[in-house]
């Protein structure tokens, strides 16, 4: 199994009541065309004292428990070189299948946490379209050196920061613009 970069979420969501269907609908057309592959979704939602939780994946049991394998084998690799991948890659294939993803565990944490008429999203996917980019990367003997994504509520608070340290750099300019013109006053006043 072949696995592509998987990305992780969780997205709260404050007022049930704005659901459409419409996140359903393009996580569906995305895994369709075979862009993303779901290996986890679940999602809670609270409405008064009833909660509920609903849980997707792609992945059937036995490319669950190949994808668990190969994690493990990755971090056993990381934590005691090929020693480790062999014992990680074990014990990766050895949870049992009906145990709780971590998706699962992470959702059901918060759903104790979400107010009344809110919901929460815990996702996983794996960027399909990203395994023939990532091979020729490393083909060429590419290493990834940082990766992190952007989305537009960053670069909002990126806006933020540097607006805020223009308006310092302004006062601080001012400042120093006022002291010099005091320190020039103050030597013509002593010529």
Not at 62 to 68: T, Y
Request: net charge negative; no cysteine.
């Amino acid at each position: 199994m072949s696995i592509g970069p998987i990305q992780g979420f969780v997205i709260g969501f404050p007022d049930n009541d704005l659901f459409e269907g419409r996140i359903a609908e393009e996580l569906a057309r995305l895994s369709d065309i075979g862009q993303i592959r779901i290996v986890d979704a679940v999602f809670v939602m609270r409405d008064g004292d009833a909660a509920a939780t609903l849980s997707v994946s792609d992945l059937d049991d036995d490319q669950r428990a190949e994808l668990r394998s190969a994690v493990g084998a990755l971090i056993g690799l990381g934590v005691a070189g090929a020693e480790g991948a062999v014992a990680g890659a074990d014990l990766g294939a050895s949870v049992d299948a009906d145990a709780p993803t971590a998706a699962g565990m992470l959702a059901e944490g918060l759903l104790d946490e979400l107010p009344d008429g809110s919901s929460a999203l815990v996702l996983a996917i794996e960027h399909l379209w990203a395994i023939p980019l990532r091979d020729a990367v490393r083909d060429a003997g590419g290493i990834v050196l940082g990766h992190r994504s952007l989305t537009a509520e960053d670069l909002v608070a990126l806006g933020l920061v540097i607006g805020a340290a223009a308006e310092l750099e302004a006062e601080l300019e001012a400042e120093l613009g006022a002291e010099l013109d005091a320190a020039a006053e103050a030597d013509d006043e002593e010529e």
